[in-house]
């Protein structure tokens, strides 16, 4: 039984470390269109502002959006920005909401995230540079891709 524990304690931190980001404050993201960090503040919660600009995290199965199965679009909470489809959107088991691609390839770029000592793919709203997660190529066919992203980055329309 404790090995059942530890196996399973050790997982979910593995699995924690993998969607999660950097807490380090320094590590904010370059805004790269006219939106200034004081309207994103307005604008944002607190934890949405936390992870699209000092590129945080919220904590697994603790966000609103890592088990919703309702039919929309997952758009960009900054923005506007449509993102994601929940066609598109699968039970990846993270705590956080994964989908196997974006609405449209040209409204997210990744970029190299070397936090944590490890090297993985940031997701960024290419209009603007804001985190939203990080991309793994362990998702789903056809796609195999899993963009593990922050509710927090997101704000969803119903169908």
Known sequence: MKKIIISFLLLTNILFVACG??????????LTAPISK?????KLSPIAYDVMVNKGTEAPFK????DNHQKGIYVSAATGEPLFSSD???DSGTGWPSFSKPINAQSVSVATDDSFGMSRDEVVEKSNGLHLGHVFNDGPKPTGMRYC???AA???IKK
């Open 154 to 156: 997101l704000r969803f």
């Open 38 to 42: 004081a309207e994103l503040k307005k």
């Open 63 to 66: 966000n609103p959006y890592h």
């Open 21 to 30: 980001q950097a807490q380090n404050k320094k590590a904010e993201s370059k």
């Open 88 to 90: 598109d959107k699968f």
């Open 149 to 151: 992203i922050n509710s």
